[in-house]
C-alpha cells in the first residue's frame, strides 16, 4: 500500500509540475506577445508622425517650389515639427544632386552628397513609391545612427528633383526598449518585413542593417502570411535560446518581436519545481518512514491512522497552494482575480505609455441569488459557465482579457478601445446572453439577463490608477442596475 501511495504522490507531482511549466511558458508568451503589439504600435505612430511631415513638405515645395523664399518657410515648418518629435534627428531636403538643400539637424555638415545612399538610388531610379524605409545608416551630418525615412521629389513632369528625408534616432529606439525590464537575456527588435534589422535592444554597430530573413519569425510571416504571434527558438544574432512574441505593422512594411531568455523566464517555474518535488520527497520519507513503523509495529494502528490524517491535511494543503499559483477561475474557465487585476494593471501602464485608451467592462448577473434560490446551485453553475463563454467569444483580440471578478460579476478588459466602441462590444454581449433565452422566474424578464457598467480612459491623463477605472465601471453598473437592469451604462466620469 505504501508504494502505491508513493508512486500516486510522483505521478500527482509530475503531472503538477508539468502543468505549471505549461502554464509558465504560457504566461511568457502571452506577455511577450501584448508587448511585441504594443511596441509596434508605439514604432508605427513615430514614423507615422514624420511620414506626415514628409508629405507636408513634399507637397509645399510641389505648389510652391523651390524658391529662396519657400525654402525658407519650410525649414521654419520643419525645424518646429523636430522639436515636437522626440525620436527624429531632424528633416532635410536634398536636390537632385544629393546636396542638401535645408535642414534641421543641429549642428549639421552641410558639404556632403547622398548620391551613394541607397535611399537616394532607390527615389532617382523610381524603384518605390510612398515612404521608403531604409536600413540604419551612420548620419554624414551629425555622426549618429539613423534610420532614413524618405519620399521622391518630381517637378510637374514628373522629373526626379531630390529627395524629402527624415532620420529617426536608433539609439532613442534603444534606450527606450532598455527601460523594459526582460532579464539580462531579454531582447527587443525592430525588423523590416525583407529581414533588414533596424534596431535592437542589445544594440551594437556590427548588427546594423543585419539581414534576417531566413529568421523562423520572418517566414512565418512573409511565406505563411502570420501576422502576430509566438514562437520558441534559438537566436540567428547570439545562439541564445528565448520565448518571441511578435507583432507585425499594418501600416508599414515593419515588426516588433520582443523576447525573453528561455532560461530565466522559466527560472520561477523551475524554482517551484524544486519546491514541488522537494515537498513530495517529505511526503515519500514521511510513507517509508510510516511503513518502517507499521511494519514494527502492526499494534499501533491508532497513532498510525492519526499520522495518515496529518498527511493527507499536508497533502491537501499542498493542493490547495498549488491551485492557487494557477490563475484560472476553476468554473467558468475565465482569469481569477489576482490574473485580472496583473492584467489591468499591464494594460493600464502600457495604454499610459502609448497614449491610448483603455475600457473595462463590468458585467453582473440579474437576479442571480433569485436564480440559485429557485433552480439550485448547479444550474446556476451551468448558467455562469454559459454566460462565460458569451464573454469569451466577444474577446476577439489577443490582448483582450476576460475573468471572474467575483461571484457572479465578470469583467473585461479592451486596450485600445474607445468609449463607443467598448459600448458596443458591451452590448452585443448582453444582447447575446438574452438569446441563450435561460428561463428565470424570478427576473421581471423571465429570463437571465445582464446589467453592464463600461468605462472607458487615457491612462495618465483621466485617470490615474487601474482602481480609478474600475470605480468607474462599478458605479455604471450600479446605474444600469438603478435604471431597471438588463441593459449597458457608460461612466459619467472624464475619460
Not at 379 to 384: H, N, T, V
Not at 448 to 455: D, P
Amino acid at each position: 500500500m505504501t508504494s502505491v501511495v508513493g508512486v500516486a504522490v510522483l505521478l500527482l507531482t509530475y503531472l503538477q509540475v508539468e502543468w505549471d511549466r505549461r502554464e509558465a511558458l504560457r504566461q511568457n508568451v502571452a506577455d511577450m506577445e501584448n508587448l511585441s503589439a504594443a511596441l509596434t504600435r508605439q514604432a508605427e505612430s513615430t514614423i507615422r508622425d514624420a511620414h506626415t511631415v514628409l508629405i507636408g513638405i513634399e507637397r509645399k515645395l510641389q505648389i510652391s517650389g523651390y524658391g529662396a523664399a519657400n525654402l525658407s518657410e519650410v525649414l521654419e515648418v520643419a525645424r518646429a515639427q523636430s522639436a515636437i518629435l522626440a525620436d527624429v534627428e531632424g528633416f532635410t531636403v536634398l536636390d537632385a544632386n544629393g546636396h542638401p538643400l535645408l535642414t534641421t539637424v543641429p549642428n549639421a555638415t552641410t558639404n556632403y552628397t547622398a548620391l551613394d545612399r541607397d535611399y537616394f538610388a532607390v527615389h532617382s531610379t523610381n524603384q518605390v513609391t510612398g515612404l521608403h524605409i531604409g536600413a540604419p545608416i551612420q548620419s554624414r551630418m551629425s555622426g549618429d545612427w539613423v534610420i532614413s525615412l524618405t519620399l521622391r521629389l518630381s517637378d510637374a513632369n514628373g522629373e526626379f528633383r531630390g529627395v524629402v528625408l527624415a532620420t529617426l534616432l536608433v539609439q532613442h529606439f534603444v534606450d527606450f526598449y532598455q527601460t523594459i525590464d526582460l532579464g539580462s537575456q531579454g531582447v527587443i527588435g525592430m525588423v523590416k518585413r525583407d529581414g533588414t534589422l533596424l534596431v535592437r535592444s542589445q544594440q551594437s554597430t556590427e548588427n546594423a542593417g543585419l539581414n534576417l530573413s531566413r529568421s523562423p519569425v520572418l517566414r512565418a510571416v512573409n511565406e505563411d502570411g502570420v501576422r502576430h504571434g509566438s514562437m520558441v527558438l534559438t537566436a540567428m544574432i547570439d545562439g541564445v535560446k528565448r520565448v518571441y512574441g511578435f507583432d507585425t505593422s499594418d501600416e508599414y512594411p515593419i515588426l516588433v518581436a520582443a523576447s525573453l531568455g528561455e532560461e530565466q523566464a522559466m527560472a520561477a517555474w523551475r524554482s517551484r519545481a524544486l519546491q514541488t518535488w522537494s515537498l513530495s520527497g517529505g511526503v515519500l520519507v514521511i510513507l517509508l518512514s510510516m511503513g518502517w513503523l507499521i511494519w514494527r509495529a502492526l499494534g499501533r494502528q491508532g497513532r498510525m491512522e492519526a499520522r495518515l490524517q496529518s498527511m493527507h491535511r499536508d497533502l491537501a494543503l499542498a493542493n490547495h497552494a498549488l491551485e492557487i499559483i494557477a490563475g484560472e477561475d476553476a468554473l467558468t474557465g475565465l482569469a481569477n482575480r489576482r490574473r485580472l487585476d496583473e492584467a489591468l494593471g499591464v494594460a493600464f501602464q502600457s495604454a499610459a505609455a502609448q497614449r491610448q485608451p483603455l475600457s473595462f467592462v463590468l458585467l453582473d448577473v440579474d437576479y442571480f441569488k433569485r436564480f440559485n434560490d429557485q433552480y439550485g446551485h448547479p444550474a446556476g453553475d451551468e448558467a455562469l459557465k454559459q454566460v462565460a463563454a458569451v464573454l469569451k467569444r466577444h474577446a476577439r483580440r489577443s490582448a483582450d482579457t476576460t475573468a471572474r471578478y467575483g461571484g457572479e460579476e465578470l469583467a473585461l478588459i479592451l486596450p485600445a478601445a474607445e468609449s463607443a466602441s467598448a459600448m458596443a462590444v458591451a452590448e452585443r454581449i448582453r444582447a447575446d446572453v438574452e438569446a441563450l433565452a435561460i428561463a428565470h422566474q424570478g427576473s421581471p424578464y423571465a429570463n437571465l439577463t445582464l446589467s453592464i457598467g463600461v468605462a472607458s480612459c487615457i491612462p495618465g491623463q483621466t485617470m490615474q490608477a487601474p482602481a480609478d477605472l474600475v470605480a468607474a465601471a462599478d458605479v455604471a453598473l450600479y446605474a444600469a442596475k438603478s435604471a431597471g437592469r438588463n441593459r449597458v451604462a457608460l461612466s459619467e466620469r472624464p475619460g
